[in-house]
């Protein structure tokens, strides 16, 4: 039995699907066409073929200014800069200090010249 008269039967009864472990795809066990499937997405995760997307992360706090995903691990950081001095920032919850690049400063002044 050829391809042909494989893609003949398809044609005429329709596909028989079956969707292979770990792949978001499904393939017809007598022709043997593929066919792309929606990912089944948990959160950030894909629970089937474990494909990443960078949203709807589970995030849990891990300090005031910190966060990690429950699922994928992904870390991302929230700091409330308050201005120290010219060209310095500084946390108010972790302490941490950010030194302004001079494009930065400029931004700063002249958001400052229009307040």
Known sequence: MGWSVMGFWCK?????????E??????CIVCGNTEAV?????????QRCGSLRDEQHDWLSISECEEVCRVCGQERKHHHWQPQSRGVDKCRHCGKVHK?????????????EFE
């Open 38 to 46: 929606p990912c089944q997405w948990h959160y950030c995760a894909c």
């Open 12 to 20: 005429v009864l329709g596909h028989r699907w079956e969707m292979p």
């Open 100 to 112: 302004l690049t001079p494009a930065e400063i400029d931004q700063r002044d002249e958001k400052s």
């Open 22 to 27: 770990g792949q978001c795809e499904r393939q």
